[in-house]
Structure formats: C-alpha cells, structure tokens
C-alpha cells in the first residue's frame, strides 16, 4: 500500500486539486468521503467536489458545542448545493460520564482533559463516519500550523487504516479566498470578525490581525498540542 501512496503522491504533487479529486473520485466511488468541518478549506472542496460528482458523500460531526454560526452556514451549504450533508453526533453515554467526571468545562483544567473531550466529542463519531470508507478527504494545509508541515497530498492514514488526500496541501490562504470569492462559496462569517480557524465555541476565539491561523485555537495551550486528535 504505501508503495502505491508514495507514487500516487508524487504524481499529484504538481497537479491541481480538480486532478487529484477526479481521480479519487471515480476510482473510490461510494467509498470516498469529505470530512467537512465547515472551514474554509472544507467549503472549498465541498464547491469541487460537487462540481465533480454531486453524489459523493460529505459529513460532519457535530460536537454539540458549535457555533449558532457554523449551524447556519451547514443549512446554507445544504440548501445552496442541493446537499444533505451527514451529520454524526458523540454517543450521549461517553458525553455525560465526560462531564459528571470533568464538569461541563473540563477541557479549560488540562491539556488531557481536553484531549479526552475531543476524543468524546469528536473522534468517537468521526470513527463511525469512517468506518465504511477506504478514502477521506481533507482540507489540511501545510502552512496552516507546525503541526501540519508534514502533510502530503495523499498519504497512509496508519491510525484509521484509510488513505487520506489534501487536495489543497500546497494552497496558500490567499489562494483559499480567491477561490471562495471567484466561486461565491458560502463561508462562516465569523471570519469576517477576526475568527481564523473554527472548531468548538469554547475553545475559538478571533485572533490579532496576522496572526497565525490555529492561535485562536485552544489559545491557552502550547502551539505543539493544537490538534483534537482527528489528525494525526
Ligand atoms: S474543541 Fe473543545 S469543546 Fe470541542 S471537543 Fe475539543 S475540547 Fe471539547
């Protein structure tokens, strides 16, 4: 397998991401998927996909700590594609022994506890959402974090046993945005308040004009632990 991965890898490298996408597309048909979080990466590759084949699959999880924003931009995503975009939720049994033992706040007390509540709230479900598919698509780009400098355009995913593909791996911010603005991709507007990257209510907040884009993410840790656990 990682023989293939590695070939596959190089030859795309120089692709854009339609190419990658068309090719994994066809040959992964019904058992490819896009693992949306809604970002901007997310709805960029929710606008090519659809644009390639309007019957792949796209989901998400639902943490139950999102946004009123990012609910909003689910429907409108849905209504505008024509979409009914699969939404997972964490077992309610591992949600509240969660809280009974660690408060419904827990994550703030230590970088475990946190761990532990995106392994609840978010790995749980995403590994329902896998567990029927040999591809996930992802919107990981290198530059957004030290944690992600290392990610290829196609790779073995080792801990979910499933090839996983960036299309946008290369993709500068910039490029993100001009894309959205020349497809009119529909966006959280958060960003437009200073909100960079997205995740749960508790643990985003905006960050300072050229911040990094992860910084208002679980802004109380250091910047080496500023992953949920989804990619590892
Ligand atoms: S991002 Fe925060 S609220 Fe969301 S699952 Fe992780 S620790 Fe829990």
């Given amino acids: 397998m990682c023989k293939n991965i590695n070939s596959l890898n190089s030859y795309f490298t120089n692709k854009s991401p339609e190419e990658l996408l068309i090719f994994f597309l066809k040959e992964y048909k019904n058992r490819i998927a896009l693992a949306s979080s809604f970002g901007l990466e997310d709805q960029v590759l929710t606008d090519m996909i659809v644009k390639i084949d ?16 990012t609910y909003f931009l689910i429907d409108n995503t849905n209504r505008m594609y024509n979409l009914n975009i699969s939404i997972f939720f964490p077992e309610n049994n591992a949600v509240e022994a969660y809280i009974k033992q ?10 475990e506890k946190r761990k532990e509540c995106c392994k609840v709230r978010k790995i749980g479900p995403l590994l329902r959402a896998l567990s029927n598919l040999t591809v996930w698509i992802c919107g990981l780009r290198r530059i ?51 909100f960079l990257s997205i995740g749960c209510q ?25 992953e949920c656990g989804l990619h590892k």
């Fill in 202 to 226: 508790p643990c985003t907040r905006a960050v300072a004009k050229n911040g990094n884009i992860r910084s208002g993410r679980w802004w109380w840790e250091n910047f080496n632990h500023k």
């Fill in 102 to 111: 660690n408060g419904i706040n827990g994550f703030y007390d230590s970088v």
């Fill in 144 to 194: 957004q974090t030290i944690t992600r400098r290392d990610v290829q355009m196609v790779e073995w995913d080792s801990v979910n046993k499933l090839i996983k593909i960036n299309p946008l791996v290369y993709w500068t911010e910039k490029e993100v945005w001009n894309y959205i603005k020349d497809n009119k991709v529909p966006y959280n507007v958060l960003h437009k308040k200073g």
């Fill in 54 to 69: 309007s019957d792949t699959a796209i989901f998400s999880i639902d943490t139950g700590r999102l946004f009123p924003e």
